[in-house]
């Protein structure tokens, strides 16, 4: 084991308040009752980010974090400390150890890191809606749409599994419509283009197999110390609608997954959540109301999860509520609405009888903070002025050539890589459709539209054998439902708080 865990908790910086230098620590027994981090601009919301995400590595606790711009990527590389670096660690008493953390980059475009994949199964109607900014009407035939296939044993693994799905919906719409609900045809047209539209976005590179196994971004690797995935976001946040759905997904597959074990020792997994507001931005009422259950829920699975955005009014107060540890930066008070972020994010703070809270944010320097973290009983101490530690790994991003070397020596290099494609919704559809139009009219019929023709009457052959991959030791992770089922699944499927597959 490493250093840290000689200490009880993670060592973010140096508070003083006038008197004695006080160390601010976050105890790795109270991680798991969720963060904040934020701050305007260029105040240092990345490197706190970055001391984090490597301290939690150090203790032996896999993270995940999405990285915006592109400058987190330096978590994977050796830091190389300046004198102002090393006069700010001498500071605190703190000697630098220059090291990089154990790093997975990951990509859902599979450009600067392993591909992340989800099966449309698995994604469900209510984020899915999310990612193709449906409407109510529309997300209520998506949803009758995956109930349909949910029943009758059609896997939606991809985005052309979801476009047959749709059309098999809208063919047979008045059974459809008398058994589970109604699906007008419009609604179904503008999800097809909505459909489109993903894909003109490069989104569909998400969608299909093999799919994410979480167990593969919870591994600790030999010398103890705890994964760092860090999901490429740089082009992501052009799709910013995909961006938040998929970090969803994400939180809600690690909550359906994990089992309960309350309040451990230290987390077991630590999520960060980059560009925060994006979530909640237009969320309709409904899947903010979820959200804040799984935010409430995960953190007895061990899970922390830390959001960070500029200001802490982007969050909404439910959840806010819920975050116990907080990093404040510096805020500007310009606007009207500015002074009313500032306000938010000053009375969220147990008042410290040295200096005003409110002042104090606008007064912070880069890498300073007012940091309140939780103490052994649960309650948030006194806000302290606390100037934030300096990285170990580097300060700035890793370079092409040094990201294509870290996947290179990978742990999950290869089982990603290459897309697998098993017969889905798409080719069974496509096969019916066929022996529907032979029944009806055997000479005359052209052969049927789609990739995959299939000989009327005779079952069609898999395109591609599914890559195998699943040979793990913690296989129980995974759901055995989707991932050990045929072409067909032989009950309906069982759905969690976000719509999510449940174990
Ligand atoms: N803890 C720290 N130790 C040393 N330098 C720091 C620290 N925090 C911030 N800095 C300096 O400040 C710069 C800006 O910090 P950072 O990139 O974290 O800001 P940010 O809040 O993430 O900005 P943005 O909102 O634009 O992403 C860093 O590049 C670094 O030079
Ligand atoms: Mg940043």
């Known amino acids: 084991m490493t250093d840290a865990a000689a200490s009880p908790g993670l060592f973010l910086g140096q508070s003083a308040d006038g008197e004695t230098p006080q160390r601010e620590i976050l105890l790795w027994n109270r991680a798991n009752r969720h963060g904040v981090i934020a701050g305007a601009t260029g105040t240092g919301k990345t490197v706190t980010l970055q001391i984090m995400a490597q301290g939690f590595s150090e203790m032996g606790v896999p993270v995940f974090c999405a990285d915006v711009k592109g400058d987190l990527s330096g978590i994977s590389q050796v830091g190389t400390p300046n004198e102002k670096l090393l006069a700010r660690a001498a500071g605190m008493s703190l000697t630098l150890a220059p090291k990089a953390a154990p790093t997975v980059f990951w990509d859902l475009y599979g450009q600067k890191g392993h591909p992340v994949r989800a099966t449309v199964s698995e994604i469900g109607p209510l ?102 995935n860090v999901l490429d976001s740089t082009r992501l946040m052009n799709s910013p609608r995909l961006y938040g759905a998929f970090l969803l997904w994400l939180m809600s597959e690690l909550f359906e997954q994990l089992p309960e074990i309350g309040d451990p020792e230290k987390p077991r997994l630590v999520f960060f959540f980059d560009e925060a507001h994006l979530l909640f931005r237009d969320a309709p009422k409904p899947l903010l109301e979820k959200v804040e259950q799984v935010v409430r829920l995960i953190r007895s699975k061990g899970v922390g999860v830390y959001f960070i955005t500029q200001n802490p009014a982007d969050i909404p107060d439910s959840v806010l509520a819920q ?61 302290a002025r606390t100037l934030i530690r300096p990285p170990d790994s580097r300060l700035g991003p890793a370079t092409d050539a040094e990201r294509a070397a870290v996947m290179a020596a990978s742990p999950v290099k290869g089982v990603y890589d290459t897309v697998a494609d098993r017969e889905s919704a798409e080719e069974i559809l496509t096969a019916r459709h066929a022996q529907t139009e032979a029944a009806t009219a055997p000479a005359a019929k052209p052969a049927p539209q789609g990739r995959a023709p299939a000989a009327p009457k005779a079952p069609p052959a898999p395109r591609a054998p599914r890559k195998s991959n699943r040979q793990t030791p913690m296989e129980a992770l995974t759901k055995s439902v989707l991932r050990t089922a045929g072409s067909t699944l032989t009950r309906e499927l069982l759905r969690g708080i976000l719509g999510g597959l449940r174990r």
């Open 127 to 228: 984020l899915m809606a999310r990612m193709l900014d449906l409407n109510d009407v529309q997300e209520g035939v998506l949803t009758v749409a995956f109930h349909v296939a949910d029943k009758e044993g059609l896997l939606l693994l991809d985005l052309d599994d979801l476009r047959s799905m749709l059309t098999y919906v809208a063919e047979n719409a008045a059974r459809i419509g008398r058994e589970v609900g109604n699906v007008a045809p419009a609604s179904i047209a503008s999800i097809q283009r909505a459909l489109l539209q993903l894909e003109q976005d490069g989104g569909d590179a998400f969608f299909g197999e093999p799919a994410l196994k979480l167990t593969d971004m919870m591994r600790t690797s030999l010398d103890g110390r705890g994964q760092v």
């Open 323 to 383: 975050l116990g540890n907080r990093i404040q930066h510096a805020l500007r008070a310009y606007t009207p609405s500015d002074q009313r972020g500032l306000r938010a994010a000053s009375d969220s703070f147990r008042v410290n009888p040295a200096f005003d809270t409110a002042d104090a944010i606008q007064a912070l320097g880069t890498g300073e903070a007012l940091v309140s973290t939780l103490d052994e009983k649960g309650a948030p101490r006194v806000v």
